[in-house]
């Protein structure tokens, strides 16, 4: 954007005399204020989001570090599941075999209570010579220490895979509460991710807003510029209106926003109002506040759509945000006429008709003249 076309937006469109330069160059220096409020929004809103973004793919890092870490204790616990039930079943089938020999044992125990010692003697004593007495007296203690030995030997293995298992179920349990602990720090990041992104969206919103309000700016500067152009000379400076102002719309006096300083609703900033907000419905009719002839009808950027009417001796007036243009460039308008109807178009957030009075191009306000 060139030092001519901020010097040119937003000004009246009159040719600009030499005394009328103060009063460009305090509308330049508020123009330029308001762009570099949008350039310093725009670019701070970059870099907003770029330190989001790099948030957000921190934080995708480590929930994906989660889940990998889930799923590696959802293997382990599987595992341990699986060893559990063997070492189950090995317990059952030990058990019984315990049971088995205990049996056994309980058989012998009994016979040899029944009998004394009379059937170990009668074994013995039944041997032919002295070396089958030896050999019946050597089974006879190995079967005693075979049983001994073989219910010792399933007791400890009972034991031991007693203690197996509880160190399993113990190792089963440290992993379900790991695998709880990575759930809820996977839910936390999950929350966390949630509401970066949903800042983030907000910040690319405020970003494309910026952006936007700055190609405004320019559209309507190029737009401003080329219009002032074409109009310079046009007008002789002779009176054309009455020089008194009637209210542009009839039945409709609220004022929703005054002339002067306000933070602007679109652009997010303090900037000069240069007329005045009156509150309207969509269609009620717009009148011409004095008599005088139409240099512009049609878009005229963030004003949407406007009439501009030069009513002589460096007074005009402007009509913002209409819905409907009645008259055309060049017609001659009488005050009070209906010229447009109320609408909602340009930078507007709803239905009112902004009204600007300018003398020699400087916007002043037009309660003043009302």
């Given at each position: 954007?060139?030092?001519?076309?901020?010097?040119?937006?937003?000004?009246?469109?009159?040719?600009?005399?030499?005394?009328?330069?103060?009063?460009?160059?305090?509308?330049?220096?508020?123009?330029?204020?308001?762009?570099?409020?949008?350039?310093?929004?725009?670019?701070?809103?970059a870099s907003?989001?770029?330190?989001?973004?790099g948030?957000?793919?921190?934080?995708?890092?480590?929930?994906?570090?989660?889940?990998?870490?889930i799923?590696?204790?959802?293997?382990?616990?599987?595992?341990?599941?699986?060893?559990?039930?063997?070492?189950?079943?090995?317990?059952k089938?030990?058990?019984?075999?315990?049971?088995?020999?205990?049996?056994?044992?309980?058989?012998?125990?009994?016979?040899?209570?029944?009998?004394?010692?009379?059937s170990?003697?009668e074994?013995?004593?039944?041997?032919?010579?002295?070396?089958?007495?030896?050999?019946?007296?050597?089974?006879?203690?190995?079967?005693i220490?075979?049983d001994?030995?073989?219910?010792?030997s399933?007791?400890?293995?009972?034991?031991e895979?007693?203690?197996?298992?509880?160190?399993?179920?113990?190792?089963k349990?440290?992993?379900?509460?790991s695998?709880?602990?990575?759930?809820?720090?996977?839910?936390?990041?999950?929350?966390?991710?949630?509401?970066?992104?949903?800042?983030?969206?907000?910040?690319?919103?405020?970003?494309?807003?910026?952006?936007?309000?700055?190609?405004?700016?320019?559209?309507?500067?190029?737009?401003?510029?080329?219009?002032?152009?074409?109009?310079?000379?046009?007008?002789n400076?002779?009176?054309?209106?009455?020089?008194?102002?009637?209210?542009?719309?009839?039945?409709?006096?609220?004022?929703?926003?005054p002339?002067?300083?306000?933070?602007?609703?679109?652009?997010?900033?303090?900037?000069?109002?240069t007329?005045?907000?009156?509150?309207?419905?969509?269609?009620a009719?717009?009148?011409?506040?004095?008599?005088g002839?139409?240099?512009?009808?049609?878009?005229?950027?963030?004003?949407?759509?406007?009439?501009?009417?030069?009513?002589g001796?460096?007074?005009?007036?402007?009509?913002?945000?209409?819905?409907?243009?009645?008259?055309?460039?060049?017609?001659?308008?009488?005050?009070?006429?209906?010229?447009?109807?109320?609408?909602?178009?340009?930078?507007?957030?709803?239905?009112?008709?902004?009204?600007?009075?300018?003398?020699?191009?400087?916007?002043?306000?037009?309660?003043?003249?009302?």
């Open positions: 954007m060139t030092f001519i076309s901020l010097t040119l937006l937003l000004t009246m469109i009159m040719p600009v005399q030499a005394d009328q330069l103060s009063d460009q160059e305090e509308l330049l220096r508020d123009l330029l204020s308001q762009l570099n409020q949008q350039q310093a929004k725009l670019n701070q809103a907003t989001e770029k330190s989001i973004m948030q957000v793919k921190n934080i995708e890092s480590e929930a994906q570090k989660a889940e990998k870490e799923k590696r204790l959802e293997d382990n616990i599987e595992y341990l599941e699986k060893n559990i039930d063997v070492t189950e079943k090995q317990m089938f030990q058990q019984q075999e315990l049971q088995k020999q205990s049996d056994l044992l309980s058989e012998r125990l009994v016979m040899i209570y029944e009998q004394g010692e009379r170990y003697l074994i013995l004593l039944g041997a032919d010579d002295l070396k089958d007495f030896i050999v019946r007296y050597d089974m006879l203690k190995t079967i220490s075979q001994r030995d073989l219910i010792y399933i007791s400890a293995k009972k034991k895979l007693d203690n197996r298992l509880a160190d399993l179920e113990v190792q349990k440290e992993l379900e509460v695998q709880a602990n990575k759930a809820v720090q996977q839910a936390a990041l999950a929350a966390q991710l949630k509401d970066k992104k949903s800042v983030l969206n907000s910040v690319q919103e405020d970003k494309e807003q910026y952006a936007r309000a700055i190609a405004e700016l320019e559209q309507a500067s190029a737009e401003a510029e080329a219009l002032i152009r074409r109009l310079q000379g046009k007008s400076g002779s009176r054309i209106g009455t020089g008194t102002y009637t209210w542009p719309t009839p039945g409709y006096g609220n004022i929703t926003s002339y002067g300083m306000r933070f602007h609703p679109i652009l997010k900033a303090r900037k000069l109002h007329g005045i907000d009156i509150g309207a419905p969509m269609g009719k717009i009148i011409a506040a004095d008599g002839t139409v240099i512009y009808s049609g878009w005229l950027g963030a004003y949407g759509n406007a009439i501009i009417i030069d009513h001796a460096g007074m005009s007036t402007l009509y913002g945000h209409e819905s409907q243009l009645l008259v055309r460039e060049g017609d001659t308008v009488a005050k009070g006429q209906i010229i447009g109807r109320v609408g909602s178009t340009g930078w507007s957030t709803g239905a009112h008709l902004h009204f600007e009075i300018r003398r020699n191009g400087t916007p002043v306000n037009p309660s003043a003249y009302l």
